[in-house]
């Protein structure tokens, strides 16, 4: 667990195939985050919300493992791959989820 005022809120700003229960995280993804995998749980846990939903920073500070690194950790390696870039909304900083342009487009439902 980390301590939410480490955590800013996320903003998800992809969005992806949907069929019923399920969300699809497009392979190039998976491929790009395959060597940090406790990441492509955040980034599925982060896809699963809706396009514009606000995930909070205490609700990520609840996410993760034991065995897992730090959430916070997961956050910066996001932050570095381009997933995720950091904005300031009405004097609030937050991160906005996107889609790193090097990977080319998202598939479509």
């Not at 301590?3 to 190039?28: F, K, M, W, Y």
């Not at 990441?39 to 990520?60: A, C, K, R």
């Not at 065995?67 to 381009?82: C, H, S």
Request: glycine share 10%.
């Amino acid at each position: 667990m980390t301590d939410s005022s480490e955590l800013l809120d996320i903003v998800c700003d992809v969005d992806v195939p949907r069929d019923g229960e399920n969300t699809h995280v497009p392979q190039i993804w998976l491929k790009d985050l395959y060597p940090e995998y406790p990441t492509v749980g955040l980034v599925v846990f982060l896809l699963s919300h809706d396009l514009g939903e606000v995930i909070p920073g205490s609700v990520l500070a609840e996410r993760g493992h034991p065995n897992d690194p730090p959430v916070a950790e997961m956050v910066r390696e996001l932050k570095l791959g381009g997933y995720l870039v950091p904005e300031t909304v009405g004097g609030v900083e937050r991160l906005r989820l996107v889609h790193p342009a090097r990977l080319g487009p998202l598939p479509t439902a």
